[in-house]
């Protein structure tokens, strides 16, 4: 991680309370209307961040602002800068790294960590924020009112506080509030290790003429970077992993495993070779010519903070997403990206801000939860019918079973990703009654075709033995599955963990429950979850717990009839993903 978390006051758009913008993750969306203040963030990081951490550490004398940088007209009005640092992240032992060697103790270390972890630094969540503020004479310090609040938490003792402080200045005298705190704080604030290198790529992009020469990754100066990549000198040949890097990513979005790029010796356009044909990209359409100009400058970029605005300009959101998870698999940098689109609110191990103007200045909000996302649905102008699901649902009882799902996914195709090719819903085993895959009306039925087309469902059998009939409810429903387009998957076994093989699942209740006795049956038609405790009594082990632990385990795909139901799965997803 470049960043871990970051916020300033006074900018642009940015009234007198400051915003902060954590825990940042490795793609970091910022959502919100026109005119709500998304791209001065990025402005604020493109432009003046670097430039706020030199005055920071006093290695310049002012903030380089033009008049337009100035809130409402307010002159040199940027008061507050603040940065992060997560205790738990790479980033903390890079810190400690940077003391003196006769600081590196571990009593140190639990000390440092004991700082960043306190109630002052994080108000009570998981990043240690450090609060620099403007003085009189231009310069930046950090805010009197942490040292004090420390104090008063009494986070450390007087002796901790006097030892550690000697140990980091190698200084000694002084007293607690004006020179211990302070001085401690500014040794081990990530302030002094943070110097990123940020880049904008800019909303209006497009590739330049041949020549073309630009300092920016708007495009202009694409065709020569790519061919720089494509043939690069003796010293530079492990930039040819780049070049082949991006026509992998041109070939993921075409859906054609024959695309490649080429630059031509006149470097006047860019060709793409496919099916035995050769064209310009810019006859494949805007949004593939689009995408290519932001994978390549993601790709030849490394270990940088990459601020993009808009992204989804052109491209259908299956393209969105695509390209997102190229940012995430295939780059090395981290990414700070204003967006309108909805359709990336679902991207898995992403952060999201929502931003809006309130009491004309901007503010910014994480978004954490389920209504968050409702919120900046609403806010962006969204209805229900505008949004659209994945290409294919799954329907299973809870959350153990996803989680099994899941596992056997990735062991059949690795390729499949949940959230862009499929999704997995719940339906609760008791509201399975309530249930229709018909499109006819059915009083009292929610009809689950109308939320979308390509569905199947995974239902457990509950046979307490291979004699006994599946009931009606369940009949009733993989009748109306198999109509298609889909199909139903009734369990061979009792249940879904009698796919499991018995010592995978022996090892995981063991593993959840240390005290658990041999499991008392694992027979194909039994509740396999039941073991004997050290007291004798009957326990039964955690469903969801279990399932994690299985999931760690390589899968036997031979139980049962597992490997067959799997395949027509995955058959099944491919083909309502169009492949």
């Known amino acids: 991680m470049i960043l871990d978390g970051f916020g300033f006051s006074m900018y642009r758009s940015f009234g007198p309370e400051a915003q902060r913008i954590g ?29 706020a951490l030199e005055v920071i550490r006093g290695q310049s004398d002012k903030l380089k602002l033009s008049d337009l940088d100035w809130h409402h007209g307010q002159v040199h009005s940027l008061t507050v800068v603040e940065v992060a640092v997560d205790p738990t992240d790479p980033q903390f032992e890079k810190l400690f790294e940077r003391l003196d060697p006769r600081a590196r103790t571990e009593v140190n270390r639990k000390l440092i960590k004991k700082l960043h972890q306190s109630k002052t630094l994080t108000e009570g969540h998981s990043l240690a924020w450090f609060r620099y503020e403007k003085q009189a004479n231009g310069s930046f310090q950090l805010s009197p009112a942490l040292g004090n609040a420390l104090y008063d938490e009494g986070i450390l003792h007087h002796s901790e506080w006097a030892s550690l ?17 302070p001085q401690t704080l500014r040794r081990i604030a990530p302030v002094q290790l943070i110097n990123p290198k940020v880049y904008l790529v800019p909303a209006i992009r497009r590739i330049g003429e041949a020549g073309t020469k630009a300092e920016d990754f708007s495009g202009l100066g694409i065709i020569d ?33 024959t695309a490649q790029l080429e630059i031509p010796y006149e470097r006047d356009t860019i060709l793409v070779h496919m099916d035995g044909h050769t064209l310009p990209l810019n006859s494949l359409g805007t949004g593939i010519h689009e995408v290519v100009i932001l994978a390549a400058a993601a790709t030849v970029l490394d270990h940088s903070l990459v601020c993009i605005e808009e992204p ?32 990336l609110l679902d991207t898995l191990g992403v952060a999201i801000f929502h931003v809006r103007q309130q009491d004309g200045a901007s503010r910014i909000s994480t978004v954490t939860t389920s209504m968050d996302r409702c919120l900046i649905c609403s806010d962006l102008g969204y209805r229900a019918s505008d949004l659209l699901q994945a290409n294919c649902i799954i329907w299973v009882e809870g959350p153990s079973d996803r989680i099994y799902l899941l596992h056997w996914i990735r062991a059949v195709d690795p390729e499949l990703v949940e959230g862009l090719d499929y999704s997995i819903m719940f339906y609760g085993g008791r509201l399975l009654s309530h249930l229709s895959a018909d499109d006819k009306e059915v009083e009292d039925f929610i009809s689950l075709r109308r939320l979308n087309q390509h569905l199947t469902i995974i239902m457990d059998s509950d046979r307490p033995n291979a004699k006994a009939a599946i009931n009606a409810t369940k009949q009733r429903i993989q009748a109306e599955f198999d109509k298609g387009p889909g199909f139903a998957w009734i369990t061979a076994g009792r249940e ?28 194909r038609h039994q509740n396999c979850l039941k073991y004997k405790t050290s007291g004798g009594k009957t326990a ?18 031979t139980v049962l009839d597992l490997r067959e139901q799997m395949e027509r799965l995955v058959e099944f997803i491919r083909k309502a993903n169009g492949s």
């Open 496 to 523: 879904v963990e009698n796919y499991i093989q018995p010592s995978d699942l022996r090892a995981a209740v063991e593993q959840v429950s240390p005290a658990a006795a041999p499991l008392l049956k694992t027979g």
């Open 165 to 181: 402080w000697q140990c980091i200045t190698n200084t000694s005298g002084g007293d607690i509030k004006s020179a211990w705190i």
């Open 225 to 257: 970077r790519l061919a720089q990549l494509q043939n690069p000198d003796r010293k530079q040949q492990h930039l040819k992993g780049k070049f082949l890097q991006i026509n992998r990513f041109l070939q993921t979005v075409t859906e054609n495993e």
């Open 312 to 343: 989804e300009l052109h491209l259908h959101p299956l393209l969105q997403k695509k390209l997102v998870r190229h940012f995430v698999e295939h780059t090395t940098n981290q990414y700070m990206i204003t967006t309108h689109s909805a359709h």
């Open 23 to 51: 825990p940042l993750k490795k793609v970091n969306f910022l959502i919100g209307q026109n005119n709500s203040g998304k791209s001065n963030v990025l402005r604020f990081l493109a432009e003046h961040f670097a430039n």
């Open 540 to 557: 039964t082990a955690d469903k969801v717990k279990v399932a994690a632990e299985v999931a760690k385990l390589k899968p036997n795909m």
